[in-house]
Nanobody, 124 residues
Framework: QVQFVESGGGLVQPGGSLRLSCAGSGFQLEFYSIAWFRQGPGKEREGVAC????????YYADSTKDRFTISRDNAKNTVNLQMNNLKFEDTADYYC?????????????????RGQGTQVTVAS
């Protein structure tokens, strides 16, 4: 079965850090552009970071640039999201999506398979 398995979420105080991981099950992530999306309570879905399959370039939303870092570990078949200096507004369900190419912090065309997501809660 082709799907993502996301992990690493949790409860953290403002200013803290978390490292999310997105593992590929049934396919190799290195052949796809991968984006992390999030959806907070009452908010629209937002692309937070994307990494290209062709050249490894990375793209970030204005809200996450300089705080978040997306990276690949092809040996482990994962795409990771290091999140530093977390803010209340980063609270959301985070999940990864595969696509043809990055389009800003999102994707130009998405594949349909998904994972269960991982919840990040920033609270004092």
């Amino acid at each position: 079965q082709v799907q993502f398995v996301e992990s690493g979420g949790g409860l953290v105080q403002p200013g803290g850090s978390l490292r999310l991981s997105c593992a590929g099950s049934g396919f190799q992530l290195e052949f796809y552009s991968i984006a992390w999306f999030r959806q907070g309570p009452g908010k629209e879905r937002e692309g937070v970071a994307c990494i290209s399959d062709s050249d490894g370039r990375t793209y970030y939303a204005d809200s996450t640039k300089d705080r978040f870092t997306i990276s690949r570990d092809n040996a482990k078949n994962t795409v990771n999201l290091q999140m530093n200096n977390l803010k209340f507004e980063d609270t959301a369900d985070y999940y990864c999506v595969a696509g043809w190419a990055c389009s800003g912090a999102g994707l130009s065309q998405e594949y349909e398979f998904r994972g269960q997501g991982t919840q990040v809660t920033v609270a004092s």
